[in-house]
């Protein structure tokens, strides 16, 4: 063993000695297992296990010196994923516009390397220093054996997603100072869920409000700035995020219909729960007072969710059998535990009621009643009068991404499940909202975030609004329910002009429903979600009828 040591340290020597540099680092790589071969021109094994301390050192410190220096090619090459830090970091140099980079590095956690990044940017005639940590985590490389920067977008800055890339530009959309409807400062950082809003209220306003661009580096998605979902999209649901400001530009202040008290119940409201959202609106003009989610996410489940209803769809139900005559509040309709058109409905723990009114069926949220009127409506009838008096599927245009509803025309058990909110009824929590907005006020306003006067903008309308009698009906339906209904509990306490429905949405491979809830006070609407909330009253009931006391 001592002697091949020996021939191999010669071997080595000689290469070094007669061969060109290449050759020798090729060698001396394979005499310290990084290489190829072995002494007896075996494959040396590859070096296995976590990364030492001095190889966190050594790869993170390479890394960074190469980065720093302008050697792209280097830098990459001590990733395990050359291609795509091959394009982050030359994009870091061009479309960022980064002249030169400062880069100092911290002390290691394990196999993780913090570092301090100092990057001066130089755009036109506009120039700035751009400070920020990142980090970056040292890995044993699978093919090599090598210690290699893990690559991650996060390495190049901490806000840059996958899918994006980081780009200075001069035709950014001019900041905004966006105020509430009172003058209060909104933002982000006190209104957490605006942070999906404010960007898209940026991009279209911005301009219109009096402000000029400025110059800013930006995390922007592939494909540009995107250009939302939905009908009434229009603004992008995935804007650019802005990193860091080079030149302000002239920033507009931006007036919105959001009330801060409103918008700060909201906040709290979602925060008890894993996944719920709350949206309040005024019913008279469409004017949205709160939108927040429990999840601080780019999509927004308040304004773009798409889910079943449950029961909540029983105010639209309602007014149809109610214009059509097939129901009126004071008339018996009996509540069956079991009702079958095209397959057998039931109740929430299937509940009776045999000397039910049709009131009551409503403030009890009696299933199976609903089912028993299928055969007697026409098949297109449900579709209609969501869309012709509720404004639901039209294109709303409220200023940000948005759905706008889906309620499609259903025969059978499909129709049947369609009443009551099931089967492939889709709405989001904005719509929800509006439609005890439409009961209130008597007719469709869209809902909207900014005077559509900024823009010239054009809002939807329904064909038609509810007759009278029927908006009267539905109203005095919905307030047995509020005062002695499932929405008696949450809504316990509010006076005045209130109305309320609750809602419970079986969905396929949940353990429990999700929880919905609907209900004004006075001129102001408003709903709540809570994914596997179970019963709306107790889930969602509390979140509306906190935002109601603050609106």
């Not at 200075?168 to 909104?186: F, H, M, S, Y």
């Not at 079943?308 to 105010?315: D, L, V």
């Not at 049709?358 to 026409?378: H, W």
């Not at 306003?445 to 029927?470: F, N």
């Amino acid at each position: 063993m001592h002697k091949g040591a020996k021939i191999a340290i010669g071997v080595v020597t000689a290469a070094m000695v007669g061969a060109a540099g290449l050759g020798a680092y090729n060698l001396v790589d394979a005499v310290a297992g990084d290489g190829s071969t072995g002494a007896h021109g075996d494959p040396a094994p590859l070096r296995t296990g976590p990364p030492t301390a001095d190889e966190i050192k050594k790869t993170a410190g390479d890394f960074l010196a190469a980065w720093e220096s302008g050697d792209t090619a280097k830098a990459a090459g001590l990733t395990d994923n050359v291609s795509a830090a091959t394009t982050a970091l030359t994009g870091y140099r061009e479309t960022a516009h980064v002249e030169k980079v400062a880069l100092k590095p911290g002390t290691p956690e394990g196999a993780k390397v913090p570092f301090s990044v100092s990057a001066e940017i130089s755009y036109g005639k506009q120039r700035s220093t751009w400070t920020y940590d990142s980090s970056l985590e040292v890995v044993r490389g699978r093919s090599t054996g090598n210690a290699l920067v893990d690559w991650q977008p996060t390495v190049v800055h901490p806000e840059l997603a996958r899918g994006e890339s980081l780009k200075t530009d001069a035709g950014a959309p001019p900041q905004i100072d966006a105020v509430d409807r009172n003058g209060t400062k909104l933002d982000a950082k006190d209104y957490p869920s605006l942070a999906s809003v404010l960007p898209q209220l940026r991009k279209r306003f911005g301009e219109k409000a009096g402000g000029e661009p400025g110059v800013e580096v930006q995390a922007v998605p592939e494909g540009g700035a995107g250009s939302g979902t939905g009908a009434g999209a229009g603004t992008g649901a995935a804007a650019p995020k802005t990193l860091h400001v080079v030149s302000r530009g002239k920033p507009a202040t931006l007036k919105t219909t959001l009330d801060a008290g409103a918008q700060r119940a909201a906040e709290a409201a979602v925060g008890r729960h894993a996944d719920a959202s709350v949206v309040a609106v005024k019913a008279g003009t469409g004017e949205i007072l709160a939108v927040a989610n429990s999840k601080k996410t780019e999509f927004n489940t308040a304004l773009m969710g798409q889910t079943a209803p449950g029961s909540t769809m029983k105010i639209i139900t309602s007014a149809m059998l109610l214009e059509q005559g097939k129901a009126a509040p004071g008339k018996p309709l009996p509540c069956p535990k079991y009702a079958t058109y095209g397959m057998r409905f039931h109740n929430v723990e299937e509940s009776e009621n045999p000397g039910a009114t049709f009131a009551q069926d409503f403030a009890a949220s009696c299933n199976t009643a609903f089912i028993s009127l299928a055969g007697q409506v026409g098949d297109g009838a449900l579709a209609a009068e969501a869309r012709d008096v509720f404004g639901l599927g039209l294109e709303w245009k409220t200023g940000v991404a948005t759905f706008d509803g889906s309620v499609p025309a259903e025969s059978g058990a499909g129709k049947a499940a369609a009443m009551i909110g099931q089967g492939k009824v889709q709405m989001s929590t904005l719509n929800v909202a509006s439609m005890a907005a439409t009961v209130r006020a008597g007719s469709f306003h869209q809902p909207y975030i900014v005077d559509p006067s900024l823009d010239d903008r054009q809002l939807a309308r329904a064909p038609r609004a509810l007759p009278g009698t029927v908006a009267e009906q539905l109203r005095s339906m919905m307030r047995l329910t509020a005062t002695s209904g499932t929405g008696a509990r949450a809504m316990s306490g509010l006076g005045g002009d209130i109305g309320a429905k609750t809602g419970s949405a079986e969905v396929d491979g949940q353990a429990k429903p999700n929880g919905w809830f609907s209900a004004y006070r006075g001129d102001v609407a408003a709903a709540a979600y809570v994914q596997q909330g179970g019963h709306g009253g107790d889930s969602a009931g509390p979140m509306v009828a906190a935002v109601l006391r603050a609106s």
